[in-house]
């Protein structure tokens, strides 16, 4: 291999990282509004066209999609209500196929609508411009929530009389509501045959963050049709609204000195910009990674055609062909009326691009961010721009990626008054540079932070962060009198932090080399040994164990009985005959204890199990169902995986569950410090030996240091 090639693996001399000293804390906070530091030419979308058939529909598209429905013979009459516009992928085998400078495979749109009550789903060919399927009510379920539902239903209280009344009663003034509509979940045949949504309302009075001041049970449930109250519950009056005092959490409103000394500012500095390019606004192209990557209405940020250059031949070779968060189960701890139904599932149900709010340079993406806009559809089919949604920059935090120092005294003469002095002859070790796609969704009260995280030894690393605001509840009491008999701990006065679950299901289409993988547990499996065999009693062995059906790879994880769990490409060997892989390292692994029967659990049993393997079927993305709304768990990935479908040396995909339980603390309040997990895919025999070694260490003439310059 030529010494040129290793530019691939230039990770550290492309960047220059030095820290400067400065007095930014204060000021930088404070300046934030309108504060872009964006150097990256603007796109104009008008004008987008498509330049990968895994492109996003553009501009152009989806209001061409739009001028087809309303063409559409069955919607002469009546327009629908459009959920979500998004772009129906080609086949795998087309996109597999495509080389650039190729034609396209033809473009197509999967719509989801609404009208008179009934669920749409409509496939509409951009090319031959016309609707090539139709399907109304295909299982039970609707569309996510669209903007004008969202808007609509929380003014839905104010046209009724019963909640004027409450209101006055609870002496709180209209004027300082905030009334806000959290899914309702589906919890029998009482609440069937209309779209329903709870409506909850705060008051802002004192402080931009009403969520910590909820008006304490009353809720409405709504029909989102036709914003009739159906249901109106006043419970809770003995809670008063807690107090406004201290829940701003905005700089600008802390009244106090911090007591902690203040940090010198710290930056990632790039003076030769940043090391990754991105081509033809998609495609990125970092140190030994190119992957497709796009901004979501559903799934937020997916990441597609993922190739890793062999550090062998240069090779690029497959690693994964999609991965995105495929659905969220968030259920809480408390039966009472205003809260037995908040079982959130937040991608189907809101959308986490539809919840995306922009993100902030240099406090949420560091400089030499790049950003990327998402083009989504309003509820009349016209196309609008979510800005800043998705970030990609190169992250170093002062870690390292390889060590190896040895201890090798070989110079006998290195003895000074009797003491062996410590020659250490080699000191090698590689500062760990990672390239980062982020994107951060608002689902009502939380946010959720997912980094794509990718590094140069062929690991990606997933991560999700969750902070925002907690969803409280109001409670009579000042002090904790009895924990156990409320549904969480106070962590204010008046508040209660509800306990709660979040999950986020992972659909991870892995192709290892190829499209035909396995799935093997490798089981770690405890042996004793015989008494005269060895001092030793016990031992471990790895026993692998390939899947034959989708039955055998529901796994749930256990910590007396661990595996690993890789995806094979069995027709692809090591030099040493080893199949090559990757394997999924699970992180935050708090499991859902529900009762499998319980209706939040039927509509979420994608999270039975936390690791789940199906043959790849282009309709089975949405693990939760593709009409999510009020589902009644007839479209799930537990279903699908109940068939059993053959899974051996197949085209397979992977499915894992990150879990984090959560009992809210006083730290919670009155915003939450981000609390992240994550898991890993990790390289397995995939490469014939660690491949980061030809890139270069750093050297201090590759890291000058930049002093600020004097004030003219
Ligand atoms: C409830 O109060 C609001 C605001 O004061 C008012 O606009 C509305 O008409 C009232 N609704 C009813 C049904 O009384
Ligand atoms: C012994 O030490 C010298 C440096 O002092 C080093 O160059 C050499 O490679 C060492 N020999 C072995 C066998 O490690
Ligand atoms: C061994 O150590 C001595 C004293 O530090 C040094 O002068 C000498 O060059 C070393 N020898 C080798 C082979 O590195
Ligand atoms: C994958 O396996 C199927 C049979 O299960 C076969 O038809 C197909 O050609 C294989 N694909 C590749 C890329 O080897
Ligand atoms: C593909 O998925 C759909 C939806 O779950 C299902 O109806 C269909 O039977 C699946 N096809 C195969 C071959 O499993
Ligand atoms: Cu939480």
């Known amino acids: 291999m030529e010494k040129t090639s290793g530019l691939h693996f230039c990770f550290i001399s492309c960047l220059v990282l030095f820290i400067i000293v400065g007095s930014w804390y204060r000021s930088s906070i404070s300046s934030l509004p309108g504060y872009s530091l964006q150097t990256q030419k603007p796109i104009y979308h008008s004008a987008e066209t498509p330049h990968h058939p895994l492109d996003p529909l553009t501009v152009k598209e989806i209001n061409r999609v739009r001028t087809i429905l309303s063409s559409y013979e069955p919607f002469s009459f009546t327009f629908p209500t459009i959920h979500t516009i998004l772009?129906?992928?080609?086949?795998?085998?087309?996109?597999?196929?495509?080389?650039k400078g190729d034609p396209f495979p033809p473009r197509k749109a999967q719509v989801l609508a609404l009208l008179n009550g009934q669920s749409h789903v409509l496939n509409v060919d951009l090319d031959s411009i016309r609707v090539t399927s139709h399907v109304i009510n295909p299982r039970s379920g609707y569309p996510m929530l669209s903007m004008d539902d969202i808007s609509a239903a929380?003014?839905?209280?104010?046209?009724?009389?019963?909640?004027?009344?409450?209101?006055?009663?609870?002496?709180?003034?209209s004027s300082e509501l905030i009334c806000l509509p959290p899914s309702a979940g589906w919890f029998g045949p009482n609440e069937e045959g209309k779209r329903v949504v709870k409506v909850l309302c705060f008051s802002n009075q004192g402080t931009p963050n009403f969520y910590m001041r909820p008006i304490e049970g009353l809720v409405m449930t709504v029909d989102l049709d036709t914003m009739?109250?159906?249901?109106?519950?006043?419970?809770?009056?003995?809670?008063?609204?807690?107090?406004?005092?201290?829940?701003?959490?905005r700089y600008t409103a802390q009244k106090k000195e911090p007591q902690m000394e203040p940090l010198n500012p710290i930056s990632i500095e790039q003076p030769k910009g940043p090391s990754f390019r991105v081509e033809d606004g998609h495609i990125v192209k970092w140190a030994n990674w190119v992957f497709h990557l796009?901004?979501?209405?559903?799934?937020?940020l997916v990441i597609s055609r993922v190739m890793v250059r062999d550090s062998e031949n240069g090779e690029l070779r497959d690693v994964m062909y999609k991965?995105?968060?495929?659905?969220?189960?968030?259920?809480?701890?408390?039966?009472?009326?205003?809260?037995?139904?908040?079982?959130?599932?937040?991608?189907?149900?809101?959308?986490?691009?539809?919840?995306a709010l922009p993100l902030v340079p240099l406090n949420d993406c560091p400089r030499h961010s790049y950003y990327m806009d998402g083009i989504f559809a309003t509820p009349d089919g016209n196309p609008f721009v979510q800005?800043?949604?998705?970030?990609?920059?190169?992250?170093?935090?002062?870690?390292?990626?390889?060590?190896?120092?040895?201890?090798?005294?070989?110079n006998s003469s290195h003895v000074v008054n009797n003491i062996q002095l410590k020659t250490c002859h080699i000191l090698e070790a590689r500062p760990k540079v990672t390239l980062v796609a982020r994107m951060a969704a608002s689902v009502g009260n939380y946010d959720y932070i997912f980094d794509w995280e990718f590094q140069t030894d062929g690991l990606i690393n997933v991560k999700v962060g969750l902070s925002g605001m907690l969803m409280v509840k109001g409670s009579p009491y000042h002090q904790a009198p009895n924990q156990d008999a409320m549904s969480g701990p106070l962590i204010s006065e008046n508040l209660i932090g509800v306990v709660h679950d979040h999950f986020v299901t992972f659909h991870l289409d892995m192709d290892i080399d190829g499209a035909?993988?396995?799935?093997?547990?490798?089981?770690?499996?405890?042996?004793?040994?015989?008494?005269?065999?060895?001092?030793?009693?016990?031992?471990?062995?790895?026993?692998?164990?390939?899947?034959?059906?989708?039955?055998?790879?529901?796994?749930?994880?256990?910590?007396?009985?661990?595996?690993?769990?890789?995806?094979?490409?069995?027709?692809?060997?090591?030099?040493?005959g080893n199949p090559t892989g990757y394997k999924i390292v699970p992180g935050?692994?708090?499991?859902?204890l529900l009762d499998h029967s319980d209706p939040p659990q039927l509509r979420s049993a994608f999270t039975n199990s936390q690791i789940w393997v199906t043959p790849y079927n282009k309709s089975e993305q949405w693990a939760g169902g593709l009409l999510t709304y009020q589902s009644r768990g007839d479209d799930t990935l537990a279903v699908w995986s109940e068939r059993d479908r053959s899974i051996e040396n197949k085209d397979i995909v992977l499915w894992y569950t990150l879990g984090f339980h959560h009992i809210p603390c006083q730290e919670d309040f009155p915003v939450m410090p981000t609390v992240t997990s994550g898991f890993e895919l990790k390289p397995v025999n995939f490469f014939e030996s660690n491949p980061i070694l030809r890139a270069a260490p750093a050297f201090e003439k590759d890291l000058p240091v930049c002093r600020p310059s004097a004030s003219p």
């Open 87 to 99: 772009l129906d992928e080609p086949d795998k085998v087309q996109v597999l196929k495509w080389r």
């Open 154 to 173: 929380s003014k839905a209280p104010f046209s009724n009389a019963e909640f004027n009344k409450s209101i006055a009663a609870r002496g709180v003034s």
């Open 228 to 249: 009739e109250v159906l249901k109106f519950s006043d419970t809770g009056r003995d809670s008063p609204i807690p107090k406004s005092t201290d829940t701003d959490y």
């Open 294 to 300: 796009k901004a979501d209405h559903r799934a937020g």
């Open 323 to 355: 991965g995105f968060a495929s659905e969220f189960f968030v259920p809480y701890m408390d039966l009472d009326e205003s809260w037995y139904f908040k079982s959130y599932m937040d991608a189907g149900e809101f959308g986490l691009g539809m919840s």
């Open 387 to 410: 800005p800043n949604m998705i970030c990609l920059f190169e992250r170093y935090a002062g870690d390292i990626i390889v060590q190896g120092k040895m201890y090798l005294n070989n």
């Open 516 to 576: 035909n993988n396995s799935f093997v547990n490798v089981n770690l499996v405890k042996e004793r040994s015989l008494p005269e065999e060895s001092p030793r009693k016990s031992y471990l062995k790895a026993k692998r164990k390939i899947a034959k059906t989708e039955k055998d790879a529901q796994i749930k994880l256990k910590l007396y009985d661990p595996s690993e769990f890789h995806m094979i490409n069995p027709s692809k060997r090591s030099r040493l």
């Open 588 to 592: 935050g692994t708090a499991a859902s």
